[in-house]
């Protein structure tokens, strides 16, 4: 539900006031909007900084092309009550694709960051050319439903990380030949029809959760991410932390455990031997229960099944020095674990934290805890892809002002 709260003052990106950097300042507009849920154009100018006249100018604009609409006037005590703006959850859409190794989940978002459409079909064919064309056709497919906005602002790919990295691939899974990389954007982008931006997994759910969940009114948090293997999104200042190769975060292949068990990586002791959905599904096959997908690990779960107990007692015990090392590294707001398991689980993976080693976290009144579960659930990596053009259309990139200077175009319709 959209919200009124402002969110502490040092989580909030403040507009420029000359005109020079108006890119910018469209996307701080659209971006305060869609935060807080109900804005009047004074609220966004003291919010943002902006001056009246700045925001009264930018939001006509972001009203006249649909991304802001008019709700009706806020009830006052006295005087002409403000207009009050939202997100136009109509005026477009971003679709977000999950291509695994077996299967492909496409969803389709509003602006608003609900979603309208998702469809899911099995992948036979890993050959590029042929995952391609099924993902243009699922693409298609999706968009033919009744009743969706008509403009598509582009999609975001996930696929298994880490890109083009020789010899380092993810346990359970074999990377998609050719799927990463500058190459496959631009032909994902000719056979979509639209502009492509492919990431992996764990850094497109930080996004996800950035935009539709917890990360919403924060502006710094690891996310530990359960997808193929283990990852980690990092998001700094709002924005994504992506490193030079787009490999950051590849968490996963960080060596815990001496002469540990061998990984797929080439090294042994792996943190995602231990603590990933792969490592559960093999503890758990090695206690006679043979492919046990998300609802049985719910069930085992349920049961206090001490296979499933004694798994998330040494992925807790693991997972715990990693979260202190990731707030000494990164000084977060807080650390989200999230991804494909079970909530239940996730909260006991949690709980069996405590006490966490010491970090700089350790700060007395500390308004939120130090690792919460995520709240974007199962569908998070499709979802996270489908922030990943929203995040381009929306969200100022405080780093790129310059860039942006001269650029007053709209975003992509
Ligand atoms: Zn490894």
């Not at 109509?90 to 291509?99: Q, V, Y």
């Not at 931006?197 to 539709?212: F, K, M, S």
């Not at 001496?258 to 797929?264: F, N, V, W």
């Not at 579960?373 to 969200?395: N, Q």
Request: aromatic content about 2%; proline content about 7%.
């Amino acid at each position: 539900m959209p919200h009124r709260r402002p969110p502490p003052s040092r989580s909030v990106a403040v507009g420029t006031n000359p005109e020079r950097t108006r890119s910018h300042n469209r996307r701080v507009v659209l971006e305060t909007v869609r935060q807080h849920g109900l804005l009047g154009r004074s609220d966004i100018a003291a919010l943002t900084r902006l001056t009246a006249q700045a925001v009264s100018n930018i939001v006509a604009e972001l009203v006249e092309e649909g991304f802001l609409m008019e709700q009706g006037r806020r009830r006052t005590a006295r005087g002409q009550p403000p207009m009050e703006l939202a997100v136009n959850p109509d005026g477009g859409m971003t679709a977000g694709m999950e291509i695994a190794t077996d299967h492909i989940t496409t969803v389709l978002v509003d602006l608003r960051g609900q979603v309208r459409e998702q469809r899911r079909v099995p992948l036979g064919d890993v050959m590029m050319e042929a995952v391609w064309r099924l993902a243009a056709t699922e693409l298609a497919q999706a968009r033919a439903a009744a009743g969706l906005p008509k403009r598509l602002l582009g999609c975001g790919v996930v696929m298994p990380g880490p890109f083009e990295v020789e010899g380092m691939n993810s346990v359970g899974s074999s990377p998609l030949p050719g799927g990463a990389g500058q190459d496959a954007e631009l032909r994902l982008t000719e056979a979509l029809g639209t502009p492509v931006t492919i990431e992996n997994d764990a850094t497109a759910a930080a996004v996800g959760e950035h935009l539709h969940g917890l990360g919403r009114n924060l502006r710094h948090f690891c996310q530990i991410y359960f997808g193929t293997g283990l990852g980690l999104g990092v998001i700094v200042a709002g924005q994504p932390y992506r490193g030079a190769f787009g490999n950051a975060g590849e968490i996963g292949h960080i060596p815990v455990v001496r002469d540990g068990l061998a990984c797929a990586c080439g090294q042994r002791g792996c943190l995602e031997r231990y603590a990933s959905i792969h490592a559960l599904t093999e503890t758990l096959r090695a206690a006679g229960i043979a492919n046990a997908g998300p609802d049985a690990i719910k069930r085992l779960h349920a049961q206090g099944h001490p296979a499933l107990l004694r798994w998330i007692a040494v992925a807790a015990g693991l997972l715990a020095p990693v979260v202190a090392m990731l707030e000494n590294l990164f000084d977060p707001e807080t650390v989200i674990l999230g991804g494909g398991m079970p909530d239940d689980v996730i909260d006991a993976l949690i709980a069996a934290m405590a006490p966490l080693p010491i970090s700089v976290a350790n700060r007395p009144g500390r308004a939120i805890a130090r690792v919460q579960r995520g709240a974007t659930g199962r569908l998070t990596a499709a979802l996270g892809a489908a922030a990943l053009p929203l995040l381009d259309t929306m969200t100022p990139k405080l780093d790129r002002v310059a860039v942006f200077q001269d650029d007053c175009t709209a975003p992509a319709a």
